[in-house]
């Protein structure tokens, strides 16, 4: 699975964005997939999941009520509305797949796209 990050930029606090990854494989909908993030200087970690149905959802304490992960499988794409920006929220942001959910909560994915940077200025 070939997975593609796009949407991050530049955004005020208090502001929002809206990150997309795309995959490859019409096999998209028996991945669950994941968004990590990575600040400088820091580890890896991770934001949120959805399941393969879209039905159930997962998500750090960090950012729970804020953020909002959504898929459409149809366009093989999965989806990170992020609200209430905090400067905090800073990082490189990668989204990763992986058939089982243990694999996604721990970080060891199969699958990971390139990172895309979002930048939240107070």
């Known amino acids: 699975v070939q997975l593609q990050a796009f949407g991050g930029g530049l955004a005020q606090a208090g502001g929002s964005l809206r990150l997309s990854c795309a995959a490859s494989?019409?096999?998209?909908?028996?991945?669950?997939m994941g968004w990590f993030r990575q600040a400088p200087g820091n580890e890896r970690e991770f934001v949120g999941c959805?399941?393969?149905?879209?039905?159930?959802?997962y998500y750090a304490d960090s950012v729970k009520g804020r953020f909002t992960i959504s898929r459409d499988n149809a366009k093989t794409t999965v989806y990170l509305q992020m609200n209430s920006l905090k400067p905090e929220d800073t990082a490189v942001y990668y989204c990763?797949?992986?058939?089982?959910?243990?694999?996604?909560?721990?970080?060891?994915?199969?699958?990971w796209g390139q990172g895309t940077l979002v930048t939240v200025s107070s």
């Open positions: 990763a797949a992986d058939s089982r959910l243990l694999s996604i909560r721990s970080g060891a994915a199969a699958y």
């Open positions: 959805i399941s393969g149905s879209g039905i159930i959802t």
């Open positions: 494989e019409r096999t998209f909908s028996h991945h669950i």
